[in-house]
Nanobody, 125 residues
Framework: QVQLVESGGGLVQAGDSLRLSCAAS????????MGWFRQAPRKEREFVAA????????RYADSVKDRFTISRDNAKNTVYLQMNSLKPDDTAVYYC??????????????????WGRGTQVLVSS
């Protein structure tokens, strides 16, 4: 059974940093591209960042570029999202997802095979 479990969310002030983790089990992690998405209240789920299976390629939403960094440790079956200079607009539930396709990691949530349950990030002004 595939499980993706996010952790590291919380309540922080604007300008603070957080590091999210997503621990994967039940799949051959090194074969999957991994993505982070987020969903704010009354908004659609949106792409945040993604990393290829080999970690050679990364992609970011314009809104988080230069503030967030995605990385992975295939030995630990874990993907990370380092979030710096957080803003109130970053408030959302953050989800990690796994994509078995080969190539550049996708920005579309529809192609991802597995999802975690999310971790809440609240950024106060």
């Amino acid at each position: 059974q595939v499980q993706l479990v996010e952790s590291g969310g919380g309540l922080v002030q604007a300008g603070d940093s957080l590091r999210l983790s997503c621990a994967a089990s039940g799949l051959t992690f090194r074969n999957y591209a991994m993505g982070w998405f987020r969903q704010a209240p009354r908004k659609e789920r949106e792409f945040v960042a993604a990393i290829s299976a080999s970690a050679e390629s990364t992609r970011y939403a314009d809104s988080v570029k230069d503030r967030f960094t995605i990385s992975r440790d295939n030995a630990k079956n874990t993907v990370y999202l380092q979030m710096n200079s957080l803003k109130p607009d970053d408030t959302a539930v953050y989800y990690c997802a796994a994509d078995l396709r080969i190539g550049l990691p996708s920005l579309s949530p529809h192609v991802y095979n597995y999802w975690g349950r999310g971790t809440q990030v609240l950024v106060s002004s």
